[in-house]
């Protein structure tokens, strides 16, 4: 099955400071890859996707990038502020798997003002 | 849009006794949700796959007569967590799957605390 390793897992930069985590898959049938923010005790939501036939996505001041080649994928937030702090989760799921995804272990973000 | 509720958000139940935990989509038809279950400080580990009108697919090592899911409309699966032990404390967390989109849209959890 499909094995995602996520990097690093803490993070922790300066207000303003941009910050990067990324992900490793292990199945070249993946084809799309969401990004979670979870804060403490509360619901993973979604704040960005990327599918396989995209090489880049940005949002604002997150974005994310694809390397179908390599199998992996980073999320990239620039202009980092308090409020961004949280777990980061990155998942891969493909179709035909009944869309299940596979989630990597999760980064701690903190954005020290 | 996309909205998925979860009842009760917390329950503290006796060893032994079962809890049913209830997931919706509020505004769109779900035929597949999943559970989930979280641990302290760790990822989100896949409990099962539940599919509207059929029985739920269970990952290796979750036992399915202990977790018993029921998918009987298209916005509502519940996970029955039957025989309730202290180990089975945790955060529980379901998803919706909107087609279409190839995202799955998170409850807010629930906290189950046995005693």
């Known amino acids: 099955g499909e094995n995602v390793e996520q990097h690093p897992s803490t993070l922790s930069v300066q207000e303003g400071d941009s910050a990067v985590i990324k992900c490793t898959y292990s199945?070249?049938?993946?084809?799309?890859f969401p990004w979670y923010k979870q804060e403490l005790g509360k619901r993973p939501q979604l704040i960005i996707d990327?599918?396989?036939?995209?090489g880049e996505k940005k949002d604002q001041r997150i974005a994310v990038t694809l390397n179908k080649t390599a199998k992996h994928f980073s999320l990239h937030i620039t202009e980092t502020q308090p409020e961004d702090s949280a777990v980061y989760f990155c998942?891969?799921?493909?179709?035909?798997?009944?869309?299940?995804?596979?989630f990597g272990k999760g980064t701690l973000l903190t954005v020290n003002p | 849009g996309a909205v998925v509720s979860q009842h009760p958000s917390w329950v503290i139940c006796k060893s032994g006794t079962s809890v049913k935990i209830e997931c919706r989509s509020l505004?769109?038809?779900?035929?597949?949700m999943f559970w989930y279950r979280q641990f302290p400080k760790q990822s989100l580990m896949l409990m099962a796959t539940?599919?509207?009108?059929?029985?739920?697919?269970?990952e290796q090592g979750v036992e399915k007569d202990k977790f018993l899911i029921n998918h009987a409309s298209l916005t509502l699966s519940t996970l029955t967590v039957t025989s309730a032990h202290p180990e089975d404390s945790s955060f529980y967390i379901c998803?919706?799957?909107?087609?279409?989109?190839?995202?799955?849209?998170f409850g807010p959890g629930t906290r189950l605390t046995v005693l």
């Open positions: 998803s919706a799957f909107l087609y279409g989109t190839d995202t799955q849209y």
């Open positions: 199945d070249s049938a993946s084809n799309y």
């Open positions: 990327i599918r396989s036939n995209v």
């Open positions: 998942a891969a799921s493909m179709r035909g798997s009944n869309y299940k995804l596979t």
């Open positions: 505004d769109f038809q779900a035929t597949t």
């Open positions: 539940s599919n509207e009108g059929s029985k739920a697919t269970y």
